[in-house]
């Protein structure tokens, strides 16, 4: 393992599933900013990393989208192996003008922030060694302070032309009405809780800082779920590290185990829900 996955966080979330009501102007959009390849296959999209590992597979939404915000994705977090992927990605974003709409040093990563075209949150981070994750007290400290980009463009490892090897979906971080069906989910699922903010928890399966968040930041505790086959999070598959299922339903969101749907199976459990 490398500083940068300091606990391996790959593989534990193998990829997301996403409705869209243009799937062939996301699909581009992802394999443009990311450097993903794109694969069709039965009108589906799946953007793969060179070494074949899956990221995002697009579907196309059978449902328009809410008039109200519901629960559903708040950002993918696509965790790149180095920091110097991450300067080399961000001087790439600035030349292209991609729309970055953040920058935060959260003590145990550094990241960046946009919006697909269908407006789904994403977070492009590294993380930092695992000694510089926890305050004097031993608690995992995670602030929001302002990225020195500077800095990270000085770490640039050279021009960004693909996904390096080693891409992850790092975490899925979601809006939620009501912090506690989702911890209850998490606790199904064999997540345990590694901190929390106001209105926010944030939980792991091995100890790594997160793999799931949650969070109710302007989200009205009443809101409905979020209907089945309307555009943005349709699917998160659990990769094979988690050996054994769990709660499959997160708040509108199906959740597949590879342990125990099997590899093949993911899209198609995704699919049989819409």
Same mark, same amino acid.
């Given at each position: 393992?490398?500083?940068?996955?300091?606990?391996?966080?790959?593989? $534990?979330?193998?990829?997301?599933?996403?409705?869209?009501? #243009?799937?062939?102007?996301?699909? %581009?959009?992802?394999?443009?900013?990311?450097? &993903?390849?794109?694969?069709?296959?039965?009108? %589906?999209?799946?953007?793969?990393?060179?070494?074949?590992?899956?990221?995002?597979?697009?579907?196309?939404?059978?449902?328009?989208?809410?008039?109200?915000?519901?629960?559903?994705?708040?950002?993918?977090?696509?965790?790149?192996?180095?920091?110097?992927? &991450?300067?080399? *990605?961000? =001087?790439?974003?600035?030349?292209?003008?991609?729309?970055?709409?953040?920058?935060? %040093?959260?003590? !145990?990563?550094?990241? &960046?922030? &946009?919006?697909?075209?269908?407006?789904? =949150?994403?977070?492009?981070?590294?993380?930092?060694? !695992?000694?510089? *994750?926890?305050?004097?007290?031993?608690?995992?400290?995670?602030?929001?302070?302002?990225?020195?980009?500077?800095?990270?463009?000085?770490?640039?490892?050279?021009?960004?032309?693909?996904?390096?090897? =080693? +891409?992850?979906? /790092?975490?899925?971080?979601?809006?939620?009405?009501?912090?506690?069906?989702?911890?209850?989910?998490?606790?199904?699922?064999?997540?345990?809780? +590694? +901190?929390?903010?106001?209105?926010?928890?944030?939980?792991? $399966?091995?100890?790594?800082?997160?793999?799931?968040?949650?969070?109710? $930041?302007?989200?009205?505790?009443?809101?409905?779920?979020?209907?089945?086959?309307?555009?943005?999070?349709?699917?998160?598959?659990? /990769? #094979?590290?988690? /050996?054994?299922?769990?709660?499959? %339903?997160?708040?509108?969101?199906?959740?597949?185990?590879?342990?125990? #749907? /099997? !590899?093949?199976?993911?899209?198609?459990?995704?699919?049989?829900?819409?």
């Amino acid at each position: 393992m490398t500083a940068s996955h300091p606990l391996d966080a790959s593989r $534990w979330i193998d990829h997301v599933v996403l409705a869209a009501t #243009d799937p062939d102007r996301l699909a %581009d959009f992802y394999a443009s900013f990311l450097g &993903l390849e794109v694969e069709e296959s039965r009108g %589906d999209r799946t953007l793969r990393t060179r070494n074949g590992q899956p990221l995002v597979k697009i579907t196309e939404a059978s449902r328009s989208r809410p008039t109200e915000r519901v629960p559903g994705l708040f950002h993918t977090a696509f965790l790149l192996p180095s920091r110097g992927d &991450l300067g080399a *990605w961000l =001087g790439r974003a600035l030349r292209s003008r991609a729309p970055l709409i953040g920058a935060s %040093d959260h003590g !145990v990563s550094e990241a &960046l922030y &946009l919006s697909d075209p269908e407006g789904n =949150g994403i977070e492009i981070y590294a993380d930092r060694p !695992v000694a510089n *994750w926890n305050d004097a007290s031993g608690a995992l400290h995670m602030p929001s302070e302002p990225l020195d980009v500077d800095a990270l463009l000085a770490a640039e490892t050279g021009a960004y032309d693909r996904a390096p090897d =080693g +891409t992850a979906i /790092g975490h899925v971080h979601l809006s939620v009405p009501n912090l506690t069906p989702a911890e209850l989910w998490a606790s199904g699922a064999g997540l345990s809780v +590694t +901190t929390r903010y106001p209105g926010a928890a944030f939980l792991s $399966w091995d100890g790594y800082h997160h793999h799931v968040a949650v969070n109710t $930041w302007g989200m009205r505790p009443a809101a409905p779920i979020r209907p089945t086959g309307t555009p943005g999070l349709a699917g998160i598959v659990i /990769g #094979d590290r988690v /050996g054994a299922a769990g709660p499959s %339903d997160l708040l509108g969101v199906k959740v597949v185990y590879e342990a125990a #749907d /099997g !590899v093949g199976q993911s899209v198609e459990a995704i699919h049989s829900a819409r």
